[in-house]
């Protein structure tokens, strides 16, 4: 993983606030990263997350391990006493039923603590996963989430995580519990070597069945997982798009989808069940065939005289405890082709590379004057759409440039590639002669604010919102830069004002509201360039003329790119670049361009006739 996300990670763990300014949690982060070898099988890749927790862990095995010898001791001891006491008479009966109690409560003793440790362990394990994969979403650039659905990632972030955790953890358990088997076997190989080897005649069978299943059970658990993840794309679309559901009366046709794909998952699991129900008896029930052998030989071998009846007491205890390990065998297959099919799923995001990173050499932007030039840029999307073609523009330090053109002409994607969320296919943009590919994204993105058409609001309060990027701002400093964006009037007249709660995405408010408290939050970081992308768009013109006015001596201080629609937007800048095809046709004032360039005044007439009364 980059320097650049170990640097967060060591961040939080030292406990900054979190960007919500909230308190920062007592999780200390993951302590380890998976392996980036994709070579290794999956669970070596996953291995040095366990590997962090290796002291409870070892606690947690060393200590099943220990609980189980006791309870292999206990049939021994049986043995012994049955013939010490009952038949020879030569020790005490109360003794010997003391020193059972005594093996049996150390057992349990140890075996509680164990399985505390393990489930400390597990979830931990889970925790690290989970934050892994959350950091490495964070660093992603966003030429990954125009191609992945949200569901997608929350699936694996969920039920994938949790699915390599059990067996990542349990199965280490379940090998101790086969370990004891050994000991187990050992024990009656000690009372008949041949009764022993009578008992074990299935096991050939056993290893072909087990290898049979790995096999049919990968597949489906694959399919299993990823049609879950279809499901929470399905849930987490509906809720984020429940207003237009509704708008559209779409409830049912939505309702019916989400059920054709839970019938999707029903039949996976359907496959799944059935798949286990073939084969899980074979696991079970074959050693049952080696407890009727023995049953039958050793029997015989009671009646000739030839094994003691307290032995073969003994013997079938010892039997019945290779049981658990056979039917945990079968179990811990199909957790690990489940876990194996959830592993891949997870790897495949974070071996995802992201595309927009520091170079080498990387330098911090500092002193910004503020002069941004684009010079004969060209940019073309992951999808083969060109958007940006020779697009050449200068901006001064200061200046205030207002970006008029259609729909597709390019506008917002100059604002995406100011900030580097894409990086440009051809050509170059600076900033104070800086390549912004030769500076670090962390201080570009400090420098350079933009406040989105579409804004974001975290289900938090107002005050933390503004606050977002600066989470240790004093409240007048927020209160300052809310009446900046106009948005004071209206927070005020709220139940508890500043420390109201929005609601998700901020949809208790109104579109305008949104957008001015996105406005303030931008302003409140006082960046040398921002970069406003139709700000405005949701607001009523009356408010927005009041916001601009609070603007304009704010936007003499700093450079301003200003992506318009409205005239009173375009009335900000001192001047116009007009975009057609993705380059700039004609620049100048807006008096300039109205009466020289028909296309200017074409566009205009267009997004005027859209404007709100």
């Known amino acids: 993983m980059s320097s650049s996300l170990s640097d967060r990670t060591a961040r939080v763990r030292e406990g900054e606030a979190n960007p919500l300014g909230g308190v920062t949690s007592k999780y200390p982060g993951p302590r380890a990263q998976i392996s980036r070898n994709r070579n290794l099988s999956w669970w070596r890749r996953i291995l040095p997350v366990i590997d962090s927790h290796r002291a409870t862990f070892v606690v947690a095995i060393g200590l099943s391990f220990v609980s189980l010898v006791f309870q292999v001791l206990v049939p021994n001891m049986l ?71 949200s569901g997608q990632l929350i699936s694996r972030a969920n039920s994938d995580i949790r699915s390599v955790q059990m067996y990542s953890t349990f199965a280490p358990l379940i090998i101790v519990q086969c370990s004891i088997g050994v000991i187990a076997f050992g024990f009656m190989l000690y009372i008949n070597w041949i009764l022993a080897l009578i008992a074990m005649i299935v096991m050939p069978i056993l290893y072909f069945v087990g290898i049979k299943m790995r096999r049919v059970m990968f597949p489906i ?52 069940a059935n798949i286990r129900a073939v084969w899980s008896p074979w696991v079970q029930n074959l050693p049952q065939l080696g407890l009727a052998l023995v049953l039958l030989f050793g029997g015989w071998m009671v009646l000739q005289g030839k094994l003691a009846y307290p032995e073969i007491l003994a013997f079938n205890a010892y039997l019945l405890m290779l049981q658990a390990p056979f039917m945990m065998l079968g179990q811990l297959v199909m957790m690990g082709q489940r876990a194996k099919a959830s592993a891949e799923r997870i790897f495949e995001i974070l071996d995802e590379q992201p595309d927009v990173v520091d170079r080498p050499g990387a330098y911090d932007l500092e002193h910004v004057a503020g002069a941004v030039d684009f010079n004969h840029v060209t940019f073309t999307y992951a999808n083969g759409a060109e958007i940006l073609n020779d697009f050449d523009a200068h901006i001064a330090p200061g200046e205030t440039v207002a970006l008029v053109g259609r729909t597709g002409s390019g506008k917002s994607t100059v604002a995406r590639l100011m900030t580097r969320f894409y990086d440009v296919s051809d050509g170059a943009i600076t900033i104070d002669s800086h ?5 670090t994204l962390h201080s570009l993105r400090e420098n350079v604010g933009v406040v989105l058409d579409e804004p974001f609001l975290f289900s938090v309060s107002i005050r933390e919102n503004i606050a977002y990027g600066r989470p240790d701002a004093p409240l007048e400093d927020v209160i300052a830069a809310a009446r900046a964006a106009n948005a004071d009037e209206f927070i005020v007249r709220l139940a508890e004002g500043y420390d109201t ?21 931008t302003l409140l970081l006082n960046p040398p360039i921002l970069i406003l992308d139709d700000a405005t768009s949701a607001i009523d013109v009356h408010i927005e003329s009041g916001i601009y006015e609070a603007l304009r001596g704010l936007l003499t201080q700093r450079t301003t790119i200003v992506i318009a629609h409205r005239i009173s937007t375009i009335a900000l800048a001192s001047r116009v670049l007009l975009l057609e095809g993705g380059r700039v046709v004609a620049d100048g004032t807006h008096d300039e361009l109205l009466a020289n360039v028909p296309l200017y005044s074409q566009i205009l007439a267009q997004t005027t006739t859209g404007e709100p009364a």
Request: cysteine-free; aromatic content about 10%; glycine content about 6%.
């Open 501 to 521: 709660v929005v609601g998700e995405r901020g949809y208790t408010l109104s579109g305008g509201q949104r957008q001015r408290i996105a406005i303030a939050r």
């Open 79 to 149: 043995a012994s006493d049955i013939n010490n006491t009952l038949v020879k008479h030569v020790t005490s009966l109360h003794r010997d039923v003391l020193a059972i109690v005594i093996v049996g409560l150390l057992a349990g003793v140890t075996g509680i603590i164990s399985r505390q440790y393990v489930y400390y362990t597990a979830y931990n394990v889970e925790a690290d996963l989970r934050s892994l994969i959350y950091e490495h979403l964070t660093w992603l650039s966003f030429s990954f989430y125009d191609r992945v659905q």
């Open 221 to 272: 658990s694959w399919i299993t997982q990823a049609r879950l993840a279809d499901v929470a794309t399905i849930v987490d679309e509906n809720v984020n798009g429940v207003r237009v559901v509704k708008s559209f009366a779409q409830e049912e046709a939505e309702v019916n989808r989400l059920a054709d794909n839970a019938e999707r998952v029903a039949w996976a699991y359907i496959k799944d």
């Open 435 to 439: 390549d912004l590919r030769d500076l």
